[in-house]
């Protein structure tokens, strides 16, 4: 265990911004697109996975390769773009960042050009020591080379960090950095799944700072 101060990393997407709704109808535009089905949000929560490419392969029932996962990658993000501005913070959110006693930071595998004013706009940038998204021009991939980059530019040692977020897949970038997660059932991955995977799960944001809190 680090003996440095405990650090939090949030999520973005599913986790301090409530936007499900929005991801499944994006998520279904893509599709569409290709003659694929329609997925429920409890369909999508209990699929969902990183890399995209394979759920979308999953749900597509055919080889999504990548010049097929930018088609279908580039649809999505307009029509998420298109319908952002419906968007609310989790209920909790603010009171949640606001009982961490520590530094804060924000990681999403969102586009960080459009992450950035994001953050702003909701009032939420003076929160975090450091925010980052995607830099690339392709979402989709795992997480955990990301939290990487991201705890190697704040200068924060793994093993003193905990990340809040709603997939397997943060979980899995905390375990790879050294780090812990508490997930939080509110988000993209059915509860259930969560539970499962053995890591510490909370059904309210506030109820995964005090989870993170009790880590250390």
Known sequence: MSSARPHLVWDWNGTLLNDLSLVVASTNAAFASVGGPTVTADEHRVRFRRPIAEYYA??????????????????????????????????????????????????SMWFHDELVPT????????????VDGLRGTVGGDRKAE?????????????????????SIDDADAATDVGGRAVLYAGGFTDPARLRASGHPVADTLTEAVTLARSLF
Request: proline residues 1%; contains cysteine; glycine residues 12%.
């Open 146 to 166: 990301s939290l990487r980059k991201h705890l190697a530019e704040l200068g924060v040692d793994g093993g003193s960090v905990v990340l809040i977020g709603d």
């Open 119 to 130: 953050v702003h706009g909701y009032g939420l940038a003076e929160h975090f020591l450091r």
């Open 58 to 107: 999953d749900v597509l029932g055919q080889a999504v390769d990548e010049e097929a996962f930018g088609r279908l990658d580039r649809i999505f993000h307009d029509a998420y773009r298109s319908g952002l501005t419906t968007c609310e913070l989790a209920a909790d959110a603010r009171t949640a960042m606001a009982a961490w006693p520590g530094d804060q930071s924000l990681l």
